[in-house]
């Protein structure tokens, strides 16, 4: 908490620092947090009938409401809220086309960007809004300024703003580039210290009994607060960055290897803000020091199962190798030692040295263990445990299990596409009509037109001119010409993983390989923007160890803990799979799945077994399931099971070996025939 307090108020001195991004569990009054800062900014003058809040001292050139006339008024700083169903239009403003077009008149609505000019932009949950959304809102945040642009109709205006986003990790991650656009990025769990638990409870009780009277007690406290923003505000330009901080803000961002150089500018502008904070004019290495603390940690990751984190060990050496002693114009001696060793201000939230970016393995390597049965055994619980002696064990009792194993190394694979065309949310995998993508037709508008077709406009409305009296060079056109764009581009998907976790599976060096194909499938699904959730089954039955979710990080860490051993319910999972995918179809209609079935095709539990796992995957077919199986068998002698299952399910059945993009032949692009697809 201190830490965020910290950024925000660092952001509020110096908004060319850009933003913080607030990532903690839930619970942890992220939104309270942000949403009393902008009762500390200072208030400001805003140009009289100016709907983009000019500053009547240097007002936009380019703003709409232009030109200005001389009066002016002075409000607070606004803080604007953007909800995580908001669309393009809302966010930017929209253009009335109709009238563009009939009349020539642009009648522009203003957006949220207007609104949040010389303000507080807050997006909760920002990992939830769609990625074209959040590439809006953080080239905005970047340019300071925003562009609505209809069939050559063009409006801009100022849009600088503090930009303040909040998520939970467990929720999904933002994507390395959008990251990478926030200046700050703070780390906060909540303490679980019991007084300061007691202490937060009484405080909310408090307020909930008199709400007036429990601001009032911390009204002076607020006003101070401003006043020291205000103060350090006056003073931040004639802040001094000296070389000596210079090199050391540049020396740390090459050493922790950071993508470009935003993270260097970002460190810079920072560390000025802190010196100004704490009524300073020159830099001092304790403020690059917490500055590489809170632009840093989030830079370092390389992929989605990295956690953010920073080694501190490293900062300080870095810190202490390209420290120079200079002259003590300052009284300061916390930041010139040599070691560069400042007081210990390593708040909470640091990540720790685990940032090292690497291999999404865990560190519990094999077990001392290892299983003498062939991969082929069709039910052996392989586990050296006195307990696991009889081959089957006996129906109702616990599953012998082996310890998990690490997953192998993750790399690029096939890309698997759902069948036919979608209308779900955009991203990377299927083909849809979405709001992005190439045209491919026209069509009459469905609610207000944003996206039109001016060819197909102008077709509609020609043959009726003559009808309509035309006279002149301009068009007469009714609402009833006007056509919109319809665009294919793609969308993302739900993956549903049902994975095999029973003895037959439970062969050390093969378990290692399907987990490592599981986490690049991980890694796949990541990267097109897909939200995945995971059945495993083992023993007496199977389990939802994933609920549908956009975090990947969760599902990595799922597999990585995942258990092997006992008995092989193959019908219980594909029948699990059946029931998530009802459900979401409920909550989702419009995300299209795709199921991804990793096993060997064996299934015990009587002579039925395989004859019960065929019709449960009669009812996903049965469904238009697109659906892929990895078939995990191996050894010399091979059944064959998991590719009849395949084609029980209308799926593709790929090996281990064929996942890999670099494999032999393109594999498929449908998984199904033609034939089927029309019957789906």
Request: overall charge negative; proline content about 8%.
């Amino acid at each position: 908490m201190a830490d965020l307090r910290l950024s925000l108020l660092l952001n509020a001195v110096s908004p060319a620092v850009g933003g913080v991004l607030v990532r903690g569990e839930k619970g942890t009054a992220k939104s309270t947090m942000v949403r009393a800062l902008a009762g500390l900014l200072p208030s400001i003058a805003v140009a009289e009938q100016c709907r983009f809040a000019c500053d009547p001292a240097a007002p936009d050139p380019q703003c709409p409401d232009a030109p200005h006339g001389a009066g002016s008024h002075e409000r607070p700083a606004r803080l604007v809220e953007l909800p995580v169903g908001v669309t393009e239009d809302r966010i930017v403003g929209s253009l009335d086309l109709e009238q563009a077009l009939a009349q020539g008149v642009k009648a522009y609505e203003p957006g949220l960007l207007a609104q949040a000019h010389r303000g507080v932009l807050y997006i909760d949950e920002v990992n939830l809004l769609q990625d074209h959304v959040v590439d809006l809102l953080l080239d905005a945040a970047a340019m300071g300024r925003s562009y609505v642009e209809r069939e050559g109709v063009s409006v801009r205006h100022a849009a600088r703003f503090l930009l303040v986003g909040t998520m939970n990790p467990e929720e999904g991650e933002l994507r390395p580039q959008l990251l990478d656009r926030f200046g700050l990025t703070v780390e906060i769990a909540a303490t679980r210290e019991p007084a300061e638990r007691a202490e937060v409870v009484r405080r909310r009780l408090a307020y909930d009994a008199d709400p007036a009277g429990f601001a009032a007690g911390y009204r002076a406290d607020e006003r101070a607060l401003a006043e020291q923003i205000a103060r350090a505000r006056e003073l931040l330009p004639a802040v001094e960055l000296g070389d000596a901080a210079l090199r050391q803000i540049t020396a740390v961002c090459a050493a922790f290897e950071v993508d470009g150089l935003r993270a260097d500018i970002v460190m810079a502008r920072t560390a000025v803000a802190l010196a100004a904070w704490a009524g300073r004019t020159r830099v001092l290495e304790e403020d690059v020091r917490k500055a590489a603390q809170l632009a840093l940690p989030h830079r370092r990751r390389r992929n989605p199962f990295d956690a953010p984190g920073l080694d501190e060990e490293q900062l300080d050496r870095t810190l202490s190798e390209h420290s120079e002693p200079e002259e003590p114009t300052e009284p300061e001696p916390d930041g010139d030692g040599p070691d560069g060793d400042g007081p210990g201000d390593g708040g909470p939230g640091d990540g720790g040295p685990d940032g090292g970016g690497g291999a999404p393995e865990p560190a519990s390597a094999d077990a001392p263990s290892a299983d003498p049965a062939g991969p082929d055994a069709p039910d052996a619980p392989e586990t050296s445990s006195p307990e696991a002696a009889p081959r089957l064990p006996k129906p109702g009792g616990p599953a012998p299990e082996s310890s998990p194993v690490a997953a192998g190394e993750a790399y690029r694979t096939r890309l698997f596409k759902v069948p036919g065309t979608g209308h779900g949310a955009r991203g990377r995998r299927s083909p849809a009509e979405t709001d992005g993508g190439h045209t491919i037709r026209a069509r009459r508008p469905h609610g207000a037109l944003t996206r039109l077709h001016l060819s197909a406009t102008l077709q509609a409305a020609a043959p009726q001119q003559l009808a309509r009296g035309r006279s002149g060079r301009a068009l007469v056109l009714r609402t009833d010409d006007f056509r919109e764009q319809v665009r294919k581009g793609r969308e993302s998907n739900l993956v549903l993983f049902v994975v095999d976790a029973s003895g037959s599976m439970a062969a050390r060096q093969r378990m290692t390989a399907v987990k490592g194909a599981v986490l690049s499938l991980l890694m796949d699904a990541y990267q097109r923007r897909d939200k995945i959730g995971m059945i495993t089954f083992r023993g007496g039955g199977a389990e939802l160890a994933l609920p549908p979710t956009s975090s990947v990080e969760v599902g990595a860490a799922r597999l990585e803990q995942l258990p092997t051993g006992g008995r092989t319910p193959l019908a219980a999972g594909l029948l699990r799979a059946h029931e998530v995918l009802r459900l979401e179809r409920v909550r989702d209609p419009l995300r299209r799945p795709l199921l991804v079935v990793v096993t060997d095709g064996r299934a015990t539990g009587g002579r039925g077994a395989l004859a019960e796992a065929g019709r449960a995957a009669g009812l996903l077919a049965a469904q238009g399931t697109a659906a892929v199986v990895l078939d995990c068998e191996s050894g010399p002698v091979r059944l064959g099971l998991a590719r009849t299952l395949a084609g029980q399910l209308n799926a593709t059945a790929v090996t281990l070996d064929e996942l890999r993009a670099e494999g032999v032949a393109a594999l498929v692009h449908a998984h199904r025939s033609p034939s089927q697809r029309k019957a789906a």
